[in-house]
Nanobody, 123 residues
Framework: QVQLVESGGGLVQAGGSLRLSCAAS????????MGWFRQAPGKEREFVGAISWSGGSTYYADSVKGRFTISRDNAKNTMYLQMNSLKPEDTAVYYC????????????????WGQGTQVTVSS
């Protein structure tokens, strides 16, 4: 198993930036595909992006493409989400997740989840 802990959320003005981190412990982090998801109040959890086990491939939802960047440091067992040009509609609880196998977009495909970190973007 792997345990995931997100950090780095907070309150930021529109146009600002935040960097989220997802620290992993447990089984070998580098063997997992990692994903970021978010859930706003009253809405379903949605895919933000994902990164392959090696970090060589990344995938993004259209709503964040060009503004968000996912990276990982397997030596530090940590994944990151750099969020730039934030918009009020980016306000949500952000979750990191891990799965064995290749990248998937649906949350049900992921086996392990963090507790989430709140991101609030004010207009």
């Amino acid at each position: 198993q792997v345990q995931l802990v997100e950090s780095g959320g907070g309150l930021v003005q529109a146009g600002g930036s935040l960097r989220l981190s997802c620290a992993a412990s447990g089984r070998t982090f580098s063997s997992y595909t990692m994903g970021w998801f978010r859930q706003a109040p009253g809405k379903e959890r949605e895919f933000v992006g994902a990164i392959s086990w090696s970090g060589g491939s990344t995938y993004y939802a259209d709503s964040v493409k060009g503004r968000f960047t996912i990276s990982r440091d397997n030596a530090k067992n940590t994944m990151y989400l750099q969020m730039n040009s934030l918009k009020p509609e980016d306000t949500a609880v952000y979750y990191c997740a891990a799965r064995s196998g290749g990248v998937k977009w649906g949350p049900l495909a992921y086996d392990y989840w963090g507790q989430g970190t709140q991101v609030t973007v004010s207009s």
